[in-house]
């Protein structure tokens, strides 16, 4: 996280910890980051700890006490007078347990019971405390379900290279912000890709648009997947293009993203689609979880999905221009699925894998 701004990883933080398995992993190490050094301030947009807390929630998830614990400290040590019901509502327990994590002898309550009844307090059931067989089973479990996930996104990776229909599939990937490295391009059938959700990010959907506008073929379609918060910003930036066509229905399993500024929990996210032909396609695409694509990158999308959204849009042989690549998802569907790819990303690494994993 050294070269991301504590901008980017608050925005990340806000917009992923509805990701379960490694991605709260993730959401938990990007809140600990901020809290290092007074990142969370954000360049003083905070600056008070309880007001930075308030959009942070993962009281949907089980926290690891360890993690619980140092969060909580930390926390207390920037700002003594923060205050434990603050603190139980982030990290989804009850103001007792914050009380006995952050006293000064942190006795520990050995009888399993009656941890089980402090924690359960709280909102839901799936925030009660983890005895230690039971994190090490957890954590087993969730290590085999990422194994089992990357071995079968490899054995995509794998199909969509050798496959001989799709040997003459072109990829095309660029290291910068598409705004430079793609403004060459002229003539594209297709746009589908997964800008960063965040309200610092939304500037980007204009300019999306205006990409859109002049690298897509006059019957070209323009295909974004984004998140309810900011929806109706993103509907105003876009507009003045392409024709607005529909908005589709990705459907994600699990627990699903819930606003808690909102009092929503969702499990779906809108496919802007702009622009396009004649082609006739079903609006509702489902989503499984996908450990692999994650591992990827932390905003990484389902293969599946993103086959099957290729395939319903464009035609084979189609050109599918991804501007924000991350992982790579869009172009490895889009070569699975017979159609050729071109995408960028400014963040380096994620360029190199999206090359490693796509020859």
């Known amino acids: 996280m050294n070269h991301e701004t504590p901008d980017q990883v608050h925005g990340r933080l806000l917009e992923g910890v509805h990701v379960t398995?490694?991605?709260?992993?993730?959401?938990?190490?990007?809140?600990?980051?901020?809290?290092?050094?007074d990142r969370w301030r954000l360049n003083g947009k905070f600056e008070n700890i309880n007001d930075f807390l308030a959009g942070v929630r993962l009281d949907h998830f089980r926290v690891v006490a360890e993690q619980r614990r140092r969060i909580a400290k930390r926390i207390k040590e920037l700002q003594p007078t923060a205050g434990n019901t603050t603190i139980a509502g982030v990290l989804?327990?009850?103001?007792?347990?914050?009380?006995?994590?952050?006293?000064?002898?942190?006795?520990?309550?050995?009888?399993?019971?009656?941890?089980?009844?402090?924690?359960e307090v709280s909102a839901t059931s799936t925030n009660v405390e983890l005895s230690g067989a039971e994190a090490a089973t957890l954590a087993l479990r969730r290590a085999e379900r990422r194994e089992r996930d990357q071995e079968a996104e490899q054995r995509r990776a794998?199909?969509?290279?050798?496959?001989?229909?799709?040997a003459n599939c072109t990829v095309d990937i660029r290291h910068g912000d598409f705004r430079g490295v793609l403004a060459d391009l002229r003539d594209a059938n297709a746009i589908i890709t997964d800008p960063p959700y965040g309200q610092e990010f939304l500037p980007l959907l204009r300019e999306l648009a205006?990409?859109?506008?002049?690298?897509?073929?006059?019957?070209?379609?323009?295909?974004?997947?984004?998140?309810?918060?900011y929806l109706p910003e993103a509907y105003a930036l876009m507009s003045g293009f392409r024709p607005y066509r529909w908005t589709?229905?990705?459907?994600?399993?699990?627990?699903?993203?819930?606003s808690h500024a909102r009092k929503v929990q969702s499990n779906w996210k809108p496919v802007l689609i702009y622009g396009g032909?004649?082609?006739?396609?079903?609006?509702?695409?489902?989503s499984e979880n996908d450990a692999a694509g994650?591992?990827?990158?932390?905003?990484?999308?389902?293969?599946?999905?993103?086959?099957?959204?290729?395939?319903?849009?464009?035609?084979?042989?189609?050109?599918v221009v991804d501007p924000f690549l991350g992982g790579g998802t869009t172009l490895l569907a889009a070569k699975a699925a017979g159609r050729h790819g071109i995408g960028c990303d400014i963040d380096e690494q994620a360029v190199s894998n999206a090359r490693t994993l796509l020859g």
Do not use: M
Not at 158 to 166: E, G, K, R, T, Y
Not at 210 to 229: E, N, R
Not at 277 to 286: H, M
């Open 92 to 119: 989804g327990v009850s103001d007792e347990t914050i009380r006995r994590d952050t006293s000064s002898t942190n006795v520990e309550v050995t009888n399993e019971k009656s941890n089980r009844n402090n924690d």
């Open 210 to 229: 205006v990409f859109a506008h002049q690298a897509l073929k006059p019957d070209g379609i323009l295909a974004v997947l984004f998140g309810q918060t």
């Open 294 to 319: 994650k591992e990827r990158h932390v905003w990484g999308q389902n293969f599946d999905a993103f086959k099957d959204l290729i395939e319903r849009l464009t035609d084979p042989g189609a050109t």
């Open 277 to 286: 032909g004649e082609r006739r396609f079903s609006d509702l695409v489902k």
């Open 21 to 37: 398995g490694y991605a709260f992993e993730r959401a938990c190490s990007n809140l600990e980051w901020l809290l290092a050094e």
């Open 158 to 166: 794998d199909a969509a290279l050798l496959v001989p229909a799709n």
């Open 248 to 258: 589709a229905c990705y459907l994600t399993e699990g627990n699903g993203y819930v």
